[in-house]
């Protein structure tokens, strides 16, 4: 099993990041279309453990597909986890598990991704090149965070296309 944890501090509120993944990832097209073209729910209800929700997302400039099955959605310890069922990432990790975790000390906040897999593929006599699991949602934390319209109740995002805002 592999294990990356990252770490990005965004201006946004965090109670906001949090509910934006945790409940109303739907809107995150609207916000970064450049990354994520769709975001559908294929069963269940948005932010309820044990929905699935099916993303249509660009990886290194190519479109791919990821349906995930929501695990975990804490609002108190603002936690998501969510975990790969089908699509393009399986085609090269037989498990891969996110958990976002958003910290809130003040006016700073801090979100932390961490994402635990296991490659398809085992190599002990070189490494085989595989697309990081590093890049796949913290550039889109940066995005969202650099595309966010902190208002100073922070419940406002701005979407990058027009003018548009998610009410949060």
Not at 28 to 35: F, G, L, M, V
Not at 77 to 96: C, H, M, P
Not at 126 to 147: A, C, H, Y
Request: aromatic share 8%.
């Amino acid at each position: 099993m592999g294990k990356i944890v990252s770490q990005t501090e965004i201006k946004s509120d965090g109670d906001v990041f949090h509910k934006l993944w945790g409940s109303m990832p739907h809107h995150i097209p609207n916000i970064i279309p450049d990354k994520v073209q769709g975001c559908d729910l294929h069963e269940g209800e948005w932010g309820t453990i044990g929905s699935v929700i099916f993303w249509n997302y660009v990886h290194d400039g190519k479109a791919k597909v990821l349906k995930e099955v929501i695990d975990k959605v804490d609002e108190k310890n603002k936690t998501v986890i969510l975990r790969a069922i089908e699509g393009d990432l399986l085609d090269l990790y037989k498990s891969f598990v996110v958990t976002l975790h958003v910290d809130t000390k003040g006016e700073n906040t801090l979100v932390t991704w961490t994402f635990e897999y296991e490659k398809l593929i085992q190599m002990r006599s070189w490494t085989l090149l595989l697309p990081s699991p590093k890049t796949l949602r913290l550039t889109i934390s940066s995005d969202v965070r650099d595309r966010s319209d902190n208002k100073s109740d922070g419940s406002v995002m701005r979407s990058t296309c027009g003018n548009s805002a998610l009410q949060l």
